[in-house]
């Protein structure tokens, strides 16, 4: 992995100062809110003012005549304040680095919970860069690799019983927390029933974290949980059309039906009830339960779901290769290998014609689909 991520790194060190001298050159997007908000609020003024966001963004390089808002919650801005401190420029392909190495290094570390074989852990490198996901979401410059890195760490950690450190990297799952919206209460229940002093090392983990994440900014701006609620309370949510199976209902019903937007999410509690009530009596086993659980929670998800989000169901997709991988099956491989290509082709086709995001809707159900299918038996839990 190391030889592989250096000679990346190196391709964009040798184009670095035409990069820094061209911003026509890989122009930033989403990035510039990160950025943006970072700043602001490392100098105490609010991040979340779409009125102090432009002129920053514009200066950015960004092309729009609208800020770009950062909605996530105040603890975020823990991650893009340092941006915030440095260049435009220079911040944005540090950004751009810190995404591919948190993506490849996740899929790496993921191979081996999967148990997958270390001599064929490329393969985890070359599903995770060929995964359209990827790509959007380095391109955008969106957070969601440091959600990855946040749903890998709490597996990691939590296998090899670090519990607090668990705790710890689940907060990460708190940056865009809609996404995951099934792990809060199956962590929860899964923290009661462990025995103490686990229990209590989880939650210390979680709590320490989010404390401390919430805790800088708002040492720089005292007043930046009030400007991210007030911000919230103007939003009107009604009016984004994300690609969720909420709106697709909203589309086929009628737009003045704004409360179909959470049937799915719903009928996703009552997957986890059923879920929890099928397998009482089992452990819980975290590595053989996650893949379900996000891809679950982001079917199911009232709101976003865009398609550089996506990158977080790269969990699933690499407990399926590392399956296959343990164990061969020419026919199973070729249908992965053929639903893998044909998923994310039809995205990349997607992306290149400009549609829409809300058209992506299809494929985290298809995602879904393809694991339901494919998806492997660990010998640690007997449990698909």
Request: glycine letters at 10%.
């Amino acid at each position: 992995m190391g030889i592989v991520l250096a000679a990346a790194l190196g391709v964009i060190g040798w184009q670095a100062v035409g990069l820094l001298d061209d911003p026509s050159i890989f122009p930033p997007d989403d990035f510039v809110e990160y950025w943006a908000a970072g700043r602001l609020n490392a100098q105490g003024q609010n991040p979340y003012d779409g009125n102090l966001l432009l002129p920053l963004e514009q200066s950015a390089g960004r092309d729009t005549q609208d800020p770009v808002m950062m909605w996530n919650p105040p603890w975020t801005l823990s991650i893009a304040m340092p941006l915030g401190l440095l260049k435009a420029r220079v911040a944005q392909l540090l950004w751009l680095a810190a995404g591919l190495i948190l993506i490849v290094g996740c899929a790496d570390r993921l191979w081996i919970l999967f148990d997958g074989s270390p001599e064929r852990r490329w393969v985890a490198w070359l599903v995770a860069l060929s995964f359209a996901p990827t790509l959007f979401v380095l391109n955008a410059g969106q957070i969601a690799p440091f959600i990855l890195l946040g749903i890998t760490g709490f597996l990691a950690c939590e296998r090899a019983g670090r519990y607090v450190a668990a705790g710890a990297f689940a907060a990460l799952l708190a940056i865009k927390p809609h996404l995951v919206y099934l792990f809060w209460p199956a962590v929860a229940v899964w923290a009661i029933r462990r025995p103490m002093p686990s229990r209590g090392q989880v939650i210390l983990g979680g709590l320490l974290a989010g404390l401390a994440a919430t805790a800088i900014p708002v040492a720089c701006n005292p007043q930046v949980l009030g400007q991210y609620a007030e911000a919230m309370t103007q939003r009107t949510p009604e009016q984004w059309k994300s690609p969720t199976l909420g709106w697709l209902l909203r589309e086929l019903l009628g737009e003045g039906h704004f409360g179909l937007q959470f049937v799915p999410t719903v009928v996703g509690l009552g997957w986890l009830l059923w879920e929890g009530w099928r397998s009482r009596g089992r452990e819980w086993v975290w590595r053989d339960r996650m893949p379900m659980l996000l891809l679950v929670s982001f079917v199911t998800t009232s709101y976003g779901a865009w398609p550089f989000d996506l990158v977080i169901l790269l969990p699933a997709v690499v407990s399926v290769a590392a399956g296959l991988a343990r164990q061969p099956d020419r026919r199973r491989i070729v249908l992965a290998t053929g639903l893998f290509l044909l998923i994310n082709g039809a995205a990349l086709g997607l992306n290149l014609l400009h549609i829409t995001s809300e058209f992506f809707v299809w494929m985290a159900p298809s995602l879904l689909a393809g694991y339901l299918l494919l998806r492997p038996v660990h010998v640690s839990s007997g449990t698909p």
